[in-house]
């Protein structure tokens, strides 16, 4: 299994720009999220999906879109880039919520390091 | 929304000593906490995590300690080595009412330097 992907490794982009960021799973995980990293900082959730055809927003929203056609991917589209969204981009997903309720292991992509100009 | 609160930012120790990261929540209905470890320019890889049915957990050199009552979770790195060195995150989840999906809201991370 390769487990989490994400593509491109890095990427620079000038403002107004639009790029989409690929991520991809081969563990048949219904749940993908999508978090952002600020130098210093801690992950900040931005767009999460349940399974195929089911996004919903997470803390840091503006600025993105997603979709999920089919359980393995889960791309993170950037309309009008901004400075801020200068920030590295980690894919992750999990299997579902287990029958005790609880949370299953989030596995996490290498990353994407995006730089708006 | 859940906030998680990390202390210390930084943290310095020298090779063999015992480091403790401290992590405070506030959702009560927060039941899953993990701790993931982050090298330089690399993914999160989670180390440890615990769940709230117990208050402690242990592998190896690391432990989790959680005090649901104080709403904080602890880890607890023993006899340090250099290759400890990384960027330490907490983070928490709760599935109050099945509808939280397993969406963590993490710390601000601690840096921890293990020096030889």
């Known amino acids: 299994n390769a487990g989490v992907t994400q593509t491109p490794k890095f990427r620079i982009l000038k403002i107004g720009q639009s790029m989409t960021l690929q991520c991809a799973q081969d563990?048949?995980?219904?749940?993908m999220y999508w978090y952002r990293q600020d130098p210093g900082m801690g992950l900040k959730l931005i767009y999460y999906s349940v399974g195929a055809g089911i996004t919903d927003k997470g803390e840091v929203p503006n600025g993105y879109n997603v979709s999920r056609s089919t359980t393995e991917d889960f791309p993170l589209r950037l309309e009008l880039a901004a400075p801020s969204q200068t920030s590295v981009y980690f894919c992750?997903?999990?299997?579902?919520?287990?029958?005790?309720?609880?949370?299953?292991?989030?596995?996490f992509g290498p990353g994407t390091r995006l730089t708006v100009l | 929304g859940e906030n998680v609160e990390q202390h210390p930012s930084t943290l310095s120790v020298q090779e063999g000593d015992s480091a403790v990261i401290k992590c405070t929540y506030s959702d009560s209905a927060s039941n899953y906490f993990p701790w993931y470890k982050q090298e330089l320019g690399k993914r999160p890889q989670l180390i440890i995590d615990?769940?709230?049915?117990?208050g402690e957990k242990k592998d190896q050199r690391i432990a989790v300690t959680l005090n649901k009552t104080a709403k904080h979770f602890s880890l607890h790195i023993t006899e340090t080595q250099p290759e400890d060195s990384a960027v330490y995150f907490c983070a928490a989840s709760s599935t109050a009412g099945g509808t939280s999906y397993g969406k963590l809201t993490f710390g601000q991370g601690t840096i921890l330097t293990v020096h030889p």
């Open positions: 992750a997903s999990s299997d579902q919520v287990g029958t005790s309720g609880y949370t299953d292991t989030q596995y």
């Open positions: 615990i769940r709230s049915n117990v």
């Open positions: 563990m048949n995980h219904n749940y």
